[in-house]
DNA sequence: ATAAAACCTGACCAGATGGTCAACTAATAT
DNA sequence: ATATTAGTTGACCATCTGGTCAGGTTTTAT
């Protein structure tokens, strides 16, 4: 037999895990860590407080649950881009991607975003040392592209950073797009915003711009 | 003689009033507007909370006063470009004052973009009024260049977002930038990176770089 | 000089909120 | 069947924090 002695999570817990995680990154992401109370996230997931803290023994466990299920989701095809790779088509997948993401999961990123503006104080060692052998090795690939003059650009990092910020940009500044357009963008309007950041990015790197792209 | 009947601001006052805000743009950028306590608002001031609560009546009156004095700060050459103008010179122009802007003042650019996650909910009619009637006037100018062939680019709108996203992304996610570079950006980095965005812009907009930005 | 306004601040309070607890019910394994 | 664990929840508490107040001192105008 398997040993469940203890701590065994149940079918139910499981599921109203899920819920509560859901319903505080509704939270989260609209109102911060600060911001965010322990009731709203209850009530949104139709629970009394007393359940969330059943299954999170704390806020600041909730909050740490959320960013790790939001970390998890963070995977891409760039991550095994290598030289040998035609840039065009890697960098015009990657940000596709990183707009698909955008337009999907828009608490996640706004999560992810006030994190890093609050200075990250939450993600703690392990994710950030991943985050830098990532970075490494992403630049190193843009590099060898530079020198060997299959695109143009001055600094593999500076291309990286400015790829995130227009994709991010259109979950994070989302209130702020929807208010200067008058509506709400939808799917078509992410596509041809998509369309516009491989646009300037690629054509910014001296690249053509792949048909499916276009 | 003047009349200073009531409400009179003093010298004592005029400096408090600065000192305050300056302490609490400080604070409300590094813990939002509830992550941020008074108390040590006043602590940075050196001066004693009922102080803060005498020269600002609330918490959220101090919170207006701080994003009134970011909004204020807010032009730029770009808003007296006309459709006559070079594009080349003016979009360099532009993204150099924003980028000037993420170096000295990357708190004011943080609290904004806290307020837009968050929804914008203090950025009332006035100010959002003004600010969509900027952007009709922005994007007409834009919109002329692509009709006349000046620029190649999708869409106005969509540029101009790329723009901002890319400059305030080195005042936002400093703390990332400087996790994955080792080392927090200087002045010269930031001047690199400014070249970086002029580049990527205008090429990406088949624009050629003046001089001057290269 | 002196009155009025501006400025200062320790003591205090009321409400909000994260978290505990004990008593309960439902599920599950043997 | 029954014991054990998982799940549920209302009542409650300690603390934190925005904000008030009253009684002061300093500055300024005439």
């Known amino acids: 037999m398997t040993d469940n002695k203890i701590n065994k999570e149940g079918r139910i817990g499981a599921a109203n895990k899920q819920l509560i995680l859901n319903a505080a990154e509704f939270e989260f992401a609209k109102h911060g860590f600060k911001g965010t109370r322990i009731q709203q996230v209850a009530d949104r997931a139709c629970l009394p407080k007393t359940n969330v803290l059943y299954y999170f023994k704390s806020k600041e466990n ?76 992403r630049v190193e690939v843009v590099q060898y592209w530079i020198e060997t003059g299959k695109i143009q650009t001055p600094n593999a990092y500076y291309l990286l950073y400015h790829i995130w910020a227009c994709c991010q940009h259109y979950a994070d500044f989302s209130a702020q797009i929807t208010h200067l357009q008058g509506k709400q963008m939808g799917e078509s309007e992410f596509e041809e915003a998509t369309k516009a950041i491989i646009s300037l990015v690629l054509k910014g790197c001296s690249l053509e711009i792949p048909e499916k792209y276009r």
């Open 62 to 137: 909730l909050y740490l649950a959320v960013l790790q299920q939001i970390l998890d989701e963070w995977n891409s095809v760039f991550d095994h881009a290598t030289k040998e790779d035609d840039p065009a088509e890697v960098l015009a997948k990657y940000i596709a991607e990183k707009m698909e993401f955008s337009l999907t999961r828009p608490d996640a990123s706004r999560i992810f975003a006030l994190e890093i503006i609050n200075g990250a104080p939450n993600l703690k060692g392990f994710y950030k040392e991943n985050n830098v052998a990532w970075m490494e090795g």
